[in-house]
């Protein structure tokens, strides 16, 4: 089955779509508390709002799934994951190697599963030590590096300009605070709930979260098991892709939840294909 999102085009039009409305609402949220402010807290919000679609943008760039143009793809997640100010190529090492080893203790994502939610923000430090214990030898090329470095510099350089013209507070309240929240909130739906108690295979090891009122609040990354079994699936057809594979899924033993909360992780036995997708 063809699974390329875009069809011999430059890019992936819905893709193309979260990045505008992304910068739209950022850029236009400091416009309007600049010249016609309302409620701090209402501008807070809605800056997490627009930074919580930078995780599906930067997302498709990670895995090819924005362009079949090698640069063009990587320019949509550079641009994707420049709000959350976090280095793109470095961030997508870390990704793909929580795909290749997921669930195991050499995933990443056991910083986000090992405890309880509530406690995950005190766990943030070990990201720092996970990138120090099993990075080694930068796996960056040359060229990457310095993409990652051009937008931390920029950055840098906002801020700075920020508070020399009396506007730093802003940048915090309506940018690093926004952060904060949407990343807490994009690790509960997209590291957490999908991978919490689940064992290391490929089809037990990723949970469904089959709640259609859901899916438009975080763009269909409640099926995110869909991604994990094929990765070049782009995000706006998970659902689509769940209902036609249903049937397949629930034989292979996938988890597969209608609600929320309250679920207990399944003592299920490995599935014969055992091995982890490419």
Same mark, same amino acid.
């Given at each position: 089955?063809?699974? =390329? /999102? &875009?069809?011999? *085009?430059?890019?992936?039009?819905?893709?193309?779509?979260?990045?505008?409305?992304?910068?739209?609402?950022?850029? =236009?949220?400091?416009?309007? @508390?600049? /010249?016609?402010? =309302?409620?701090?807290?209402?501008?807070?919000?809605?800056?997490?709002?627009?930074?919580?679609?930078?995780?599906?943008?930067?997302?498709?760039?990670?895995?090819?799934?924005?362009?079949?143009?090698?640069?063009?793809?990587?320019?949509?997640?550079?641009?994707?994951?420049?709000?959350?100010? &976090?280095?793109?190529?470095?961030?997508?090492?870390? +990704?793909?190697?929580?795909?290749?080893?997921?669930?195991?203790?050499?995933?990443?994502?056991?910083?986000?599963? *090992? =405890?309880?939610?509530?406690?995950?923000?005190?766990?943030?430090?070990?990201?720092?030590?996970?990138?120090?214990?099993?990075?080694?030898?930068?796996?960056? /090329?040359?060229?990457?590096?310095?993409?990652?470095?051009?937008?931390?510099?920029?950055?840098?350089?906002? @801020?700075? &300009?920020?508070?020399?013209?009396?506007? *730093?507070?802003?940048?915090?309240?309506?940018?690093?605070?926004?952060?904060?929240?949407?990343? %807490?909130?994009?690790?509960?739906?997209?590291?957490?709930?999908?991978?919490?108690?689940?064992?290391?295979?490929? @089809?037990?090891?990723?949970?469904?979260?089959? %709640?259609?009122?859901?899916?438009?609040?975080?763009?269909?990354?409640?099926?995110?098991?869909?991604? +994990?079994?094929?990765?070049?699936?782009?995000? +706006?057809?998970?659902?689509?892709?769940?209902?036609?594979?249903?049937?397949?899924?629930?034989?292979?033993?996938?988890?597969?939840? /209608?609600?929320?909360?309250? @679920?207990?992780?399944?003592?299920?036995?490995?599935?014969?294909? +055992?091995?982890?997708?490419?």
């Amino acid at each position: 089955m063809q699974t =390329g /999102t &875009t069809s011999g *085009g430059v890019i992936d039009a819905r893709t193309l779509a979260l990045l505008v409305a992304m910068y739209a609402v950022l850029l =236009g949220n400091f416009a309007l @508390y600049w /010249t016609a402010p =309302g409620p701090l807290l209402v501008h807070m919000l809605v800056s997490a709002i627009g930074i919580h679609l930078a995780f599906t943008v930067w997302h498709e760039g990670v895995h090819r799934n924005a362009s079949p143009i090698g640069w063009v793809n990587d320019a949509v997640g550079i641009l994707g994951i420049f709000p959350y100010t &976090t280095p793109y190529f470095l961030q997508k090492w870390v +990704h793909l190697q929580h795909h290749a080893h997921l669930n195991t203790p050499e995933d990443p994502n056991a910083i986000y599963v *090992g =405890g309880p939610f509530w406690s995950l923000p005190f766990r943030y430090p070990k990201i720092v030590l996970y990138l120090r214990d099993r990075v080694g030898k930068d796996p960056r /090329t040359g060229p990457q590096l310095v993409a990652d470095a051009i937008p931390v510099l920029v950055v840098i350089a906002l @801020y700075a &300009t920020a508070f020399l013209y009396g506007k *730093g507070l802003d940048l915090v309240l309506l940018w690093f605070v926004p952060v904060v929240i949407a990343k %807490v909130v994009m690790d509960w739906y997209i590291n957490y709930l999908p991978h919490v108690g689940l064992p290391p295979d490929r @089809y037990l090891g990723t949970r469904i979260l089959d %709640v259609p009122w859901f899916t438009p609040l975080v763009l269909n990354h409640n099926y995110h098991a869909i991604h +994990h079994l094929w990765p070049g699936i782009p995000w +706006h057809r998970y659902r689509r892709e769940f209902l036609a594979r249903r049937e397949s899924l629930v034989e292979r033993g996938v988890p597969i939840e /209608t609600h929320l909360l309250g @679920y207990a992780p399944r003592a299920a036995e490995p599935s014969a294909d +055992h091995s982890l997708p490419g």
